[in-house]
């Protein structure tokens, strides 16, 4: 069993690429002002290049093809074109970030069909950024509820012109200090690394991931309405009159506040150093304070997206505790398991 937002096989890009280009090509040639088809003896030309796959030759082709086909889809994209949709469900195999995002736009003309949801699913979840901007704002346009739900839960921070085109790498389960299901498969459009949040999918049943993670935490299972009482205990200051001592209680409090506070920053490596580097450590260690945030459940009481979520507050060596929600994931279908800690380094 794997997530439903990852259902393909996957065609050969080589020959997606070039049917797009050959297609695309004849939907936009127009002979008033191109008498000769701009697409002639290109693919023998591309298979006379890629005689040797690996050679500057084949490299040098496969580039050539991909900007005109590019080109080719952003015509019929902005001409909203018809056979825009038909272009995108093959450019959607391509090799080139460019031309992913390009055909999440194009399966948007005019709006995303119901039959489109599980090609753009898999698109929302692309390594890069910028495939996934396009293919959350595809999903919006669409009338499907279950392509709704994922647009909802795409995680985005960025305007369509400043989307990221270098692909992220998922983090090793390993890094997130939490145990993690065997099969658990990361979700790049659910995740906000910078921020300390990452998302994974299970074929494990909520009990069974709760289960693992129940010895290791210090709170939970904790439904959001009891995790928001929790935290708001937590992180309640007391008043103290003039001249009281505060209770020992309070300063129990007061101190374990401190504690994950400091082990947030330094798990994100807030050691001193430049401002810009000190700033980007405070961002890092944002995700480890949730546990002490009691908003950070709001949204798992989204009955459309999650049901039965349960939230733990774990313990994470080199960190401040983690927050850890398990649910069943209403969008893509099995189980989610949502870990926000201190930022774990790389992309």
Same mark, same amino acid.
């Given at each position: 069993?794997?997530?439903?937002?990852?259902?393909?096989?996957?065609?050969?890009?080589?020959?997606?690429?070039?049917?797009?280009?050959?297609?695309?090509?004849?939907?936009?040639?127009?002979?008033?002002?191109?008498?000769?088809?701009?697409?002639?003896?290109?693919?023998?030309?591309?298979?006379?290049?890629?005689?040797?796959?690996?050679?500057?030759?084949?490299?040098?082709?496969?580039?050539?093809?991909?900007?005109?086909?590019?080109?080719?889809?952003?015509?019929?994209?902005?001409?909203?074109?018809?056979?825009?949709? #038909?272009? &995108? $469900?093959? =450019?959607?195999?391509? %090799?080139? *970030?460019?031309?992913?995002? /390009? !055909? +999440?736009?194009?399966?948007?003309?005019?709006?995303?069909?119901?039959?489109?949801?599980?090609?753009?699913?898999?698109?929302?979840?692309?390594?890069?950024?910028?495939?996934?901007?396009?293919?959350?704002?595809?999903?919006?346009?669409?009338?499907?509820?279950?392509?709704?739900?994922?647009?909802?839960?795409?995680?985005?921070?960025?305007?369509?012109?400043?989307?990221?085109?270098?692909?992220?790498?998922?983090?090793?389960?390993?890094?997130?200090?939490?145990?993690?299901?065997?099969?658990?498969?990361?979700?790049?459009?659910?995740?906000?690394? #910078?921020? &300390? $949040?990452? =998302?994974?999918?299970? %074929?494990? *049943?909520?009990?069974?991931? /709760? !289960? +693992?993670?129940?010895?290791?935490?210090?709170?939970?299972?904790?439904?959001?309405?009891?995790?928001?009482?929790?935290?708001?205990?937590?992180?309640?200051?007391?008043?103290?009159?003039?001249?009281?001592?505060?209770?020992?209680?309070?300063?129990?409090?007061?101190?374990?506040?401190?504690?994950?506070?400091?082990?947030?920053?330094?798990?994100?490596?807030?050691?001193?150093?430049?401002?810009?580097?000190?700033?980007?450590?405070?961002?890092?260690?944002?995700?480890?304070?949730?546990?002490?945030?009691?908003?950070?459940?709001?949204?798992?009481?989204?009955?459309?997206?999650? =049901?039965?979520?349960?939230?733990?507050?774990?313990?994470?060596?080199?960190? +401040?505790?983690?927050?850890?929600?398990?649910?069943?994931?209403?969008?893509?279908?099995?189980?989610?398991?949502?870990?926000?800690?201190?930022?774990?380094?790389?992309?």
């Amino acid at each position: 069993m794997r997530p439903a937002i990852r259902t393909r096989r996957g065609l050969a890009a080589a020959l997606a690429l070039f049917a797009l280009a050959l297609t695309a090509g004849a939907a936009i040639a127009d002979v008033r002002f191109i008498p000769v088809d701009p697409w002639a003896d290109l693919g023998q030309a591309v298979q006379a290049a890629c005689a040797t796959p690996g050679s500057p030759a084949c490299a040098h082709s496969r580039s050539y093809l991909t900007t005109r086909a590019l080109a080719a889809l952003k015509v019929l994209i902005d001409r909203r074109d018809d056979q825009a949709a #038909a272009m &995108g $469900r093959l =450019a959607a195999d391509a %090799a080139d *970030s460019r031309l992913r995002a /390009a !055909a +999440a736009e194009a399966l948007a003309v005019p709006f995303a069909a119901n039959e489109d949801t599980p090609l753009l699913a898999e698109l929302a979840d692309d390594p890069v950024p910028a495939v996934r901007d396009a293919a959350r704002r595809a999903l919006a346009s669409s009338g499907d509820p279950r392509a709704q739900r994922l647009a909802r839960r795409i995680r985005h921070t960025s305007l369509p012109e400043e989307a990221d085109e270098r692909p992220e790498k998922p983090p090793a389960a390993a890094a997130m200090g939490v145990p993690l299901p065997a099969d658990a498969i990361y979700l790049f459009f659910a995740s906000e690394p #910078a921020n &300390g $949040r990452y =998302a994974w999918w299970t %074929a494990k *049943s909520p009990a069974e991931v /709760a !289960a +693992a993670l129940r010895g290791k935490a210090k709170k939970g299972p904790l439904t959001p309405a009891e995790f928001r009482a929790h935290a708001e205990a937590a992180s309640e200051i007391p008043e103290i009159e003039d001249g009281e001592l505060p209770s020992a209680e309070a300063m129990a409090r007061a101190f374990e506040m401190a504690e994950q506070m400091m082990a947030a920053l330094e798990g994100a490596g807030a050691d001193g150093g430049s401002p810009e580097a000190m700033a980007g450590a405070m961002q890092r260690a944002a995700g480890g304070l949730a546990s002490l945030d009691p908003n950070a459940a709001d949204e798992y009481e989204d009955a459309d997206l999650y =049901a039965d979520a349960r939230l733990f507050v774990v313990p994470v060596a080199g960190s +401040a505790d983690a927050l850890v929600a398990v649910y069943r994931d209403l969008a893509t279908g099995g189980t989610g398991l949502t870990i926000q800690r201190t930022a774990v380094g790389g992309r």
